[in-house]
């Protein structure tokens, strides 16, 4: 009997956009969200890759297979004078899921955050994902029932910005 298969986590590269896109889009498809991705490989090389990245993906594979991948950006607080990590994407494929894997994507991200020197690792989930929020709530995170957070985009976000343009901002 082969014990459990190894579980690498290490930074993306260039070579893993492939990869990354189709996780992402594995990802979509859980939230039932699809219709909502329009990354391709070149965006994702170009935000990730390129002269300035947005964001860090650290990808996990078991046995050598990608088993799933976190994304994530800084942010800062104002009130801890600290930055922070947002994690914007977790994601872990059905056949890796109840092997540690989640977790072990978060304790590096969170590792990540104590070297950096950081206050604060936060994230999102959507409020139906129960097997996410339990999840989380098992690993100490909380949720922050009092915050609502907001979103603006397309032409809500383009005419938001004419507005500062015209008055000089």
Known sequence: MSGPAALTIAPATAHDVPLILALIRELADYEQLSDQVSATEAAL?????????????????????????????PNYSTFLAKP????????VRPAFRGQ???KALLASVAALAV???CGR???SVLDWNEPAIG??????ARPLDDWTMFRITGAELAALAAGAARNGS
């Open 100 to 102: 540690g894997i989640g």
């Open 135 to 140: 999840f989380y709530r098992r690993l100490g």
């Open 45 to 73: 090389r170009a935000s990730l890759f390129g002269e300035r990245p947005a964001a860090e993906v650290l990808v996990a594979r078991s046995g050598g297979e990608p088993a799933g991948f976190a994304l994530f950006f």
């Open 84 to 91: 922070g990590i947002y994690l914007e994407d977790l994601f």
């Open 115 to 117: 070297a950096r020197g």
């Open 121 to 123: 690792f936060e994230w």
